[in-house]
C-alpha cells in the first residue's frame, strides 16, 4: 500500500480475470466478458490502486486500525458505531484533485448519461468469499460530480458494518482488501433477473435455473419480490420446467429528478400482465445459450445477473457459484405435523426452534443462538443472526436471492418467497422448518438426531492420489470430516493460539505453561479425533513477529521486524526458544498418547542444519520418528527445492509444498502487493519447474509429496499436473473438496492411472 499506483482508471476492454487486485471481483468479471464479446453495458473501473493511495495519502489508516483494534464485532451496536464512524472519516477528507478529474473525464467519454457506481471488492465474488452485497450500489448516478462523490461512497462501504463482520469471520486483513469502482451504463430493464447455470438447490449441473421479473433486477436480487423460474436441460436447452409468479408491482427508475431520496420507485403492474410469463420461450432459451457461454469462459457454474432492455439481454455481473454439493441423493427425515405455511425450498435440511420475527436489520440483536430467523427478505446485514439461526423464512424472494444464497453457504436450512410467514407465525412459536420441501409445520415434529444432522450421502470417487483437506478452526471438524477427503493436509496452528489469545514466553514467565498446552491440545484433540484414523499434518506454529505481538504481552517480546515474512519465524524459532517449542510439543504428545493419527510438518526450513536441529529436539521430546508417527516438511523456500536430496537424507516421511511462499521467493514478489498481483502466478514457468523437480525427486526417493498452498484450490489446471506428475496427495480449502476430487479423477484418468482396488 506504501507504492504510488500506476492509473486511476481501467477500461472494461483493458482488464481481464487476471487482474483481479486491480479491478476486484466484479470489475475483473466484466472486463473478461467485455474481451469475450458477452453482451455488457459499457464502462469503466476506478482501480483498487486509487483507494489504497486515497488512503495512504489521507492518512486513515492507522486511525481506522486503532479503532477496530478495540472493536468485539460479535456486539451489533458497537460495530454499527464503529462502522459509522469510519464510513465518517472516508467520506469527509476530499479526494485527491487529479483523481477527480480522471473521473470526470472518463464518465464524460462515455457519453455521460445515467450510469450505475458498484463496490468491487478485491477478495469478493471469490470461491472462499463469497457472500454478496457487503459493499454500496448506486443506481441512476448522472452528472460528473455525483459519480465522484458516489466511487467515495463506494469506497466508504468497504466498511460497512457488515462487511467489517465478514471480514472478522473470515480472518481477512481489512487492510490487504482493497475495493475498485465499477462505472457503467445504467440499464433500464423492462425486464431482469438471475441465471444459474447449476441448478442451486439440488446442486444438478446439467441444469440452468432463470428468474424473471418485470422492472429493474434490485428487487429479484435482493428478494423483494418472488420471479418467474424456468428450468432448462444445459445440453439440449429444452425448458423443463416453468413456475410463473404473480407480480402485483415492479422497480423502476424515478421520473423525478428533483426527488434524490428515491432514485427508484415501485409502480403497479396492470391486472391483465400480473399473472403473465415474464420472457417468452425463444428468449429464454436465448439467454440460457449466453449462460453457457459464460459458464465455458470461466469453466465453473457461474452465479449471472442479467437485465433486458428494448429486446436485448445485458450481463452485469458474474459470479461462481459456491455453494454446489457434488453428486449423491439426500437422505430426508421424514416429516409430518400440521402444514402452517410453504414456499420455495431454497437451502436442503430440517431444524426446529423457536421463531423470532426481524422485520428491520437493527432487530437482529434480538435472535438467539439455535431460534428460527423470520424475516420480510435478508440483506447483507442480517448475516450475523443468519449465523446464529438454526432455520431461516422469508415472504419474499427466489432460490438466487440473498437468503437462499447465503444460507447454502452457511448449510442452514431455508424457506423463501413463502408470501406471508411474517404475518402466519406468531413471535416466539415452535416450529419445524422442512428445507428439502419448502413447509414450515406446528411445532418440533422430528427427532432432535435428524434436526441437528440431516446426512448427505455422496458416490465416493475412487482416485489414487488422497484429497486432504486445509483447516484450522476446531469447529469445522466434525462437518468436514465428514465428507470425501482422507485426511487433513494442513492444520494451521494460528488460529487455536489466537484463540488463547496469550504470548506463551507471556504464560512460561507467569507459572502458566500448563495451561497453554492443555488448550492447544484440546483442539488438537478435536481435529485427530474427527477424522482419526486419517492422517492429521500438524503444521507447527509459523507464526511472524508482528503476528506473535498482536497476542497478550506479546509487544514485550517481539522486536519489530520491517519484513516479517522473511523474519524471525518458522523453524528458527524452534531452535532459538526450545522452551516455548517444548510446550507445542508437549500438546501433540498429550493428543497421540489416544490418537496416533496426529502427525507434525516443519514451516519454513531455510537449511538443511535447521531442519536436522528440529528433528533432533523432537525426538529428544519423545517425537521420533516411527511407522505411526510421521514428519513431514514444508517446501516453499527455494533452498528446499535446490537441496532436495539433502533435505531428504536428513530424515523426512513427506513434503508438502506451501505455494504461496515458494511463488512469492521464487520471483521474488510480494504475494500481499496488488501492484504486483499479475506477476504472482502459480503457473509460473519458474514455479512449476521446482513443483515438477520436488515431486520428481521425492517420487524417486520414496518419500510422499503433497501440496498445501492456495494453488490447487483456485487453478485446477496446475492440480491436472501435478497429478501427471506423481504428487501423492493435494490439499484443498473445504469449499473445493467435490471439485477437486472430480479433477483428481479426470487427470488420473487422462494419464492411465487407475484407482481399481483402492
Not at 451 to 457: D, G, L, M, W
Request: a neutral charge; one cysteine or more; aromatic letters at 6%.
Amino acid at each position: 500500500m506504501n507504492n504510488r499506483p500506476k492509473k486511476t482508471i481501467a477500461w472494461f476492454e483493458e482488464i481481464g480475470k487476471a487482474d483481479l487486485a486491480v479491478a476486484g471481483g466484479k470489475g475483473a468479471n466484466l472486463g473478461e466478458m467485455t474481451k469475450a464479446q458477452i453482451p455488457v453495458p459499457p464502462g469503466f473501473v476506478v482501480t483498487a490502486d486509487a483507494y489504497f493511495r486515497f488512503m495512504q495519502e489521507a492518512k486513515l489508516i492507522d486511525k481506522i486500525r486503532a479503532r477496530l483494534k478495540i472493536l468485539n464485532p460479535k456486539n451489533t451496536r458497537q460495530l454499527q458505531e464503529t462502522a459509522f464512524e469510519i464510513k465518517q472519516m472516508i467520506t469527509q477528507v476530499p479526494m485527491p484533485q487529479d483523481m477527480a478529474d480522471e473521473i470526470r473525464k472518463a464518465y464524460q467519454k462515455m457519453r455521460q448519461g445515467l450510469v450505475a457506481v458498484r463496490s468491487s471488492a478485491t477478495a469478493e465474488d471469490l470461491p472462499e468469499a463469497s457472500f454478496a452485497g457487503q459493499q454500496s450500489t448506486f443506481l441512476n448516478v448522472q452528472g460528473a460530480t455525483n459519480v465522484v462523490e458516489a466511487v467515495q461512497k463506494c469506497w466508504a462501504s468497504l466498511f460497512e458494518a457488515r462487511a467489517i463482520f465478514y471480514r472478522h469471520e473470515q480472518r481477512f486483513d481489512h487492510f490487504k482488501v482493497g475495493i475498485a469502482v465499477v462505472v457503467q451504463r445504467m440499464v433500464q430493464s423492462q425486464i431482469s433477473g438471475v441465471a444459474f447455470t447449476a441448478e442451486p438447490l439440488s446442486s444438478d449441473d446439467k441444469k440452468i435455473v432463470i428468474e424473471a421479473a418485470y422492472g429493474l433486477g434490485e428487487a429479484v436480487v435482493s428478494g423483494d419480490l418472488t420471479p418467474d423460474m424456468y428450468l432448462l436441460d444445459k445440453e439440449s436447452l429444452q425448458i423443463l420446467e416453468k413456475k410463473v409468479a404473480t407480480q402485483e408491482w415492479q422497480l423502476v427508475r424515478n421520473p423525478d429528478a428533483r426527488d434524490h431520496k428515491r432514485k427508484n420507485i415501485r409502480v403497479k403492474i396492470p391486472a391483465k400482465c400480473k399473472s403473465h410469463q415474464k420472457l417468452a420461450n425463444k428468449d429464454i432459451v436465448a439467454l440460457a445459450k449466453i449462460a453457457k457461454m459464460i459458464e465455458d469462459l470461466y469453466q465453473c457454474p457461474q452465479d449471472i445477473e442479467w437485465a433486458r432492455e428494448e429486446d436485448k439481454f445485458y450481463i452485469v455481473q458474474t459470479r461462481p457459484i459456491t455453494t454446489l454439493r457434488k453428486g449423491g441423493e439426500v437422505t430426508k427425515a421424514e416429516v409430518k405435523g400440521v402444514e402452517l405455511l410453504s414456499g420455495l425450498p431454497a437451502s436442503p435440511g430440517i431444524a426446529a426452534g423457536l421463531t423470532e420475527i426481524i422485520l428491520d436489520p437493527s432487530e437482529i440483536v434480538n435472535l438467539k443462538e439455535g431460534e428460527v430467523l423470520v424475516a420480510e427478505m435478508t440483506t447483507p446485514d442480517f448475516v450475523p443472526a443468519m449465523k446464529r439461526s438454526v432455520a431461516i423464512v422469508t415472504d419474499r424472494g427466489g432460490r438466487t436471492c440473498h437468503a437462499a444464497i447465503v444460507s447454502r453457504e452457511l448449510g442452514v436450512p431455508c424457506i423463501v418467497g413463502t408470501g406471508n410467514a411474517t404475518t402466519v407465525l406468531k413471535e416466539k412459536q415452535l416450529v419445524t422448518v422442512d428445507g428439502y420441501q419448502g413447509k414450515v409445520y406446528e411445532g418440533k415434529v422430528i427427532s432432535q438426531a435428524k434436526v441437528e444432522a440431516p446426512v448427505v450421502i455422496r458416490p465416493r470417487l475412487k482416485t489414487v492420489t488422497k484429497l486432504y483437506v486445509n483447516l484450522a478452526d476446531p469447529d469445522l471438524a466434525e462437518k468436514v470430516a465428514a465428507r470425501d477427503v482422507d485426511g487433513v493436509g494442513l492444520l494451521r496452528a494460528e488460529f487455536m493460539i489466537a484463540n488463547i489469545g496469550e504470548h506463551p514466553r507471556y504464560m512460561i514467565e507467569r507459572n502458566r505453561g500448563g495451561e497453554f498446552v492443555d488448550k492447544l491440545a484440546q483442539g488438537l484433540h478435536t481435529f485427530a479425533k474427527a477424522f482419526n484414523p486419517r492422517p492429521v499434518v500438524y503444521r507447527t506454529t509459523d507464526f511472524k513477529t508482528n503476528e506473535y505481538r498482536n497476542l497478550k504481552g506479546g509487544d514485550k517480546y517481539e522486536e519489530v521486524e520491517e519484513n516479517p515474512m522473511l523474519g524471525y519465524r518458522g523453524c528458527s524459532r524452534y531452535i532459538k526458544e526450545p522452551d516455548v517449542f517444548r510446550l507445542e510439543v508437549e500438546a501433540i504428545k498429550k493428543v497421540r498418547e489416544t490418537f496416533t493419527n496426529l502427525w507434525v510438518m516443519v514451516p519454513f526450513v531455510r537449511t538443511v542444519a535447521e531442519f536436522e536441529q528440529t528433528r533432533d529436539s523432537l525426538s529428544a521430546l519423545g517425537l521420533a520418528r516411527s511407522p505411526n508417527f510421521k514428519l513431514w516438511m514444508m517446501v516453499e523456500v527455494p533452498s528446499n527445492i535446490i537441496l532436495m536430496n539433502k533435505f531428504i537424507d536428513a530424515g523426512i516421511d513427506g513434503i508438502s509444498i506451501g505455494s504461496n511462499d515458494l511463488t512469492q521467493l521464487t520471483l521474488g514478489v510480494d504475494r500481499d502487493s496488488p501492484r504486483l498481483a499479475d506477476v504472482f502466478d502459480e503457473r509460473d514457468e519458474a514455479v512449476l519447474w521446482s513443483l515438477e523437480r520436488a515431486i520428481s525427486i521425492t517420487n524417486r526417493r520414496r518419500v510422499t509429496s503433497s501440496i498445501c498452498g492456495q494453488a490447487p484450490s483456485v487453478y485446477p489446471e496446475l492440480t491436472a499436473k501435478l497429478v501427471r506428475w506423481g504428487i501423492t496427495s493435494v490439499s484443498v480449502n473445504p469449499d473445493m473438496i467435490e471439485h477437486t476430487r472430480e479433477v483428481i479423477a479426470r487427470a488420473e484418468e487422462d494419464a492411465g492411472i487407475s484407482a481399481h482396488g483402492n
